[in-house]
């Protein structure tokens, strides 16, 4: 339940003053619905209102003159604008206003008066003009004038300083909150209270106290890290509580390892033992295996399926596509069946008597692992005893889709394996209520991936090779970019390049986002099978498509990917023994940063170092590659600046929930507010169930 001391923070922004029907929405869509999220708005600039000369005005920029008014032009129709001409020693500047004045503006700004003018500088066609000065005061009331501005984001329909003074009203709508942190924490870190931070955001005094890094906002984001860790810590304890099925390590599993024609890696050797300890543990497992595309997490997934069915259980194992289903599929049958472990695979495909079968073999337990898609957690299909649910890219999932298959059985043990990668100083945000075991390390005797940055003019010799390369009995994917906002351009623009392409080389195919699921495997397939040479795809091309016979990745526009997207993208070559490679074509020329980028993606082929040097290169800048592998929405947190922060609110809030899981303390019934001011619970209830 809310505590009624938050209760003024979390009415709607109509409550404030000024907000009607009309301001409503606008604000909304520039702060939030509630008035916390209008007093949690950052401003992101500051104007000085110090007056210069006109000869010193520069366009575009908020500028403050001593103006004398020289004479007003009244509007001759009523679309035109009220202009008042006025200068100093220096210069002229035009001031227009829009609406109806009559003669309110001659009557408060006579000619012959002194003004000083506050506002943006626009030199156009018109000449050097200023459209709704900020301020006109009496050079006698210059002080109503601030000195130092902050400046909030805007809309259309709704100015920054309109949502200034909507700021203000709910800063004071604020109140002073019982302190959730510890007093000696704060202290060395510097940190002022909370309701204090918060008020020193909205009153800047200079640059410096906009950057992240400044003790009022550091403590913000602090605020809101721990908040979120502690939901995290929460619920993983939760978790923890419930008593799950203990599974001991099996002969089955040693002999189905020992018949692989490989030994694991000393990653993968080392995934399989955490997985194995949760297993002995008697606690219900959440581990998340994370490694590149590739690096071998299927398997150290298979031998955990034969230790769970050595002992009975099941396993349910859910891939996001039909062809990921299969591929897995693929990979896990023949090896386990020679163990005496059944394998179905379930999905759409499977109708009638066929399906029959399969869910009968699932039921009477005679089948012990079930591959498959979304088909798995159809209300039919039922298991004799699930005990382990392995999701495959959990994020393609929605909640609703696990819960299901997950309630098939009793506190299922949960392993999700991803191959995005995280850099490690956000793993925490991201996967805070799970555990995480990392494959850092390739399976030997691969080939690196060539990787080379060619500039878009140079793209005739792309092609040439590729058709080279394609007569050689090849495959190759071209990646089309994300063009704009509107994914109708970008199908265009995919569209367009399939259709070029087709022209050039023989038994070209199409997948992009607007088609069915059904439509893409169909396509997917036809790739797989070797049926199409080359495959045109926006950026839907799923992860961990296997095809070995592709070699080489043409990624166009590389500089719009992020680079782990580039990474992923690229661990789609270079599975088989073939020599592949990736080509960046770009739009020259390349900024510095650019070109950076890209160079770390030709010297390394670790997805954890490059997740980590991406961060690093974009300061946290580029929300959106970072919201793609799942990073929060924070509004005060930022993935760079802050990140040392997150450890420290990582060990706060698990040390937090191991002395007072109840939050029942003075400082746990604080921690509660702090919660519910972030109201960070209901959002990951919507997250993640697992
Ligand atoms: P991931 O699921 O991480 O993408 P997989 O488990 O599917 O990776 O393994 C990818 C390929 O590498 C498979 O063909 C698998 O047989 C092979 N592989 C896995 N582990 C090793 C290893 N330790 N040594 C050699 N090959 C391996
Ligand atoms: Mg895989």
Known sequence: MRPEILFPLFAPVSTLKGVGPRVAPLLERVAGPIVRDVAFLKPHSLVRRT??????????????????????????????????????????????????????????????????????????????????????????????????????????????????????????????????????????????????????????????????????????????????????????????????????????????????????????????????????????MSRLIQGDVGSGKTVVAMCAMADVAAGGGQTALMAPTEILARQHYETISGPLSDHGVGVVLLTGRD????????????????????VGTHALFQDDVA???????????????????????????????????????????????????????RIDEKPPGRTPVATRAVPMPRMGEVVQRLRDVVAGGAQAFWICPLVSESEVSDLAAAEMRALALKKLLPSVGLVHGKMSGPEKDAVMADFADGKLSVLVATTVVEVGVNVPNATIMVIEQAERFGLAQLHQLRGRVGRGARESACVLLYDPPLSETAQQRLD?????????????????LRGGGDALGLRQSGFPDYVFADPFAHRDLIATAGDDARLIVSRDAELASARGKALQILQELFDWKAGLALRDAG
Request: glycine share 4%; proline share 7%.
């Open 383 to 437: 298991f004799q005893k699930l005990q382990l649910v392995v999701i495959d890219e959990q994020h393609r999932f929605g909640v609703a889709e696990r819960q299901r298959l997950q309630a098939k059985g009793d506190a299922v043990h949960l392993m999700a394996m991803s191959a995005t990668p995280i850099p490690r100083t956000l793993e925490l945000t991201v996967y805070g209520d799970l555990d995480v075991s």
């Open 351 to 370: 109708k009638g008597k066929a399906r029959a079968e399969k869910l009968m073999r699932l039921g009477s337990g005679e089948a012990a692992v079930a």
């Open 51 to 284: 007056p210069a000369v006109l000869s010193a005005a520069r366009d575009g920029e908020i500028m403050t003159f001593e103006l004398m008014i020289e004479e007003h032009q009244r509007p001759r129709a009523n679309s035109q604008p009220w202009r008042i001409r006025a200068s100093d020693p220096t210069g002229w500047i035009t001031l227009v206003f829009f609406g109806r004045f009559a003669d309110a503006l001659e009557k408060r700004h006579p000619v012959g008066a002194r003004r000083i003018v506050s506002g943006k500088v626009n030199d156009d066609k018109f000449g050097r003009q200023m459209v709704h000065p900020d301020y006109m005061a009496d050079p006698d009331k210059a002080e109503e004038i601030p000195e130092i501005e902050p400046i909030y984001p805007a809309t259309e329909g709704l100015l920054a300083r309109r949502v200034r003074t909507f700021v203000l009203e709910a800063l004071e709508r604020a109140p002073e909150l019982p302190e959730w942190q510890d007093p000696a924490f704060l202290a060395r870190e510097r940190f002022p209270a909370w309701r204090e931070a918060l008020a020193r955001m909205h009153s800047p005094e200079s640059e410096a106290d906009l950057s992240p890094l400044s003790p009022h906002l550091r403590r913000l984001a602090y605020d809101e890290l721990l908040a979120h860790q502690l939901a995290l810590a929460q619920r993983k304890a939760a978790r923890r509580r419930e008593p799950a099925a203990k599974i001991a390590p099996s002969e089955v599993a040693a002999r189905v390892q020992s018949d692989l024609p490989f030994a694991f890696t000393g990653a993968q050797s080392r995934a399989l033992a955490d997985i194995r300890a949760d297993f002995a543990s008697g606690e219900r």
């Open 600 to 616: 770390i993606l030709r010297r390394t082929d670790d997805g954890f170092l490059i997740a980590e040097k991406d961060l690093e």
